[in-house]
């Protein structure tokens, strides 16, 4: 069965932190990975990682994909209290299924 | 643009009664997929179509829970009867193919009592 993993589960942290969420997966016929940031409302799409190794990068979020370890982390550089939310995580299997399996989530808290 | 339109935002029912969800997908978009968000299970695919075709069920819980796409632009997810175990965030996504990832709706907040 198709799996997810992230880890922690829950991080609370100060403005100005350094943080890296987890994801680990098992997936038949891996072909990518995403991540998305969910406040309020519905998940918005921030990465997608298909080659390992190779960093992504949008201001001060970050990610890379590692195919040998089967994971990838998410980094958030000097944290704002806009940065509190839940983060998913979702692998993406290869041989025409589109559907995503998705990682139960790392909720962020950044306190000011 | 219009992003996905999902209605109604918040629905609180009793138990026994019908459900009905429903969602317009993003114009252009060909995969539609139902999901179901809760605290303890986190964000589950019950069943996504393509062209309008239901691909892969499996995730549907039992017969209680059915979709329809009847055509490219809207899709409805229903229960019947419900129960208070269905009370969960129901959210609809689109897309065309996965190269950006899926466009969710805001959701559907359902309480069954």
């Known amino acids: 069965e198709d799996k997810v993993v992230q880890s922690p589960l829950s991080l609370v942290v100060h403005e100005g932190d350094t943080v890296t969420l987890n994801c680990s997966y098992e997936v038949t016929n891996f072909r990518s990975l995403l991540w998305y940031k969910q406040e309020k409302k519905a998940p918005t799409f921030l990465f997608m990682l298909?080659?390992?190794?190779i960093e992504k990068k949008s201001g001060r979020l970050s990610s890379i994909l590692d195919k040998k370890e089967l994971s990838s982390i998410l980094n958030i550089t000097a944290t704002q209290t806009g940065d509190s939310a839940i983060y998913l995580c979702?692998?993406?299997?290869?041989?025409?299924?589109?559907?995503?399996?998705f990682g139960k989530g790392t909720k962020l808290t950044v306190n000011p | 643009d219009a992003g996905v339109i999902q209605s109604p935002r918040h629905e609180v029912t009793e138990m026994g009664q019908e459900v009905t969800l429903r969602c317009k997908p993003i114009?252009?978009?060909?995969?539609l997929f139902w999901y179901r968000q809760t605290m303890m299970r986190g964000l589950e695919l019950l069943i996504y179509f393509n062209n309008n075709v239901p691909i892969d069920d499996s995730g549907m819980p039992e017969d209680r829970f059915s979709a329809k796409m009847p055509n490219a632009s809207f899709s409805t997810l229903k229960i019947q009867p419900s129960e208070p175990r269905d009370s969960a965030v129901y959210f609809c996504a689109s897309s065309f193919g996965v190269r950006q990832g899926e466009h969710f709706g805001d959701g559907t907040r359902l309480s069954i009592l």
């Open positions: 114009s252009g978009h060909n995969s």
């Open positions: 298909t080659s390992s190794g």
């Open positions: 979702a692998a993406l299997a290869q041989g025409g299924s589109e559907k995503l399996v």
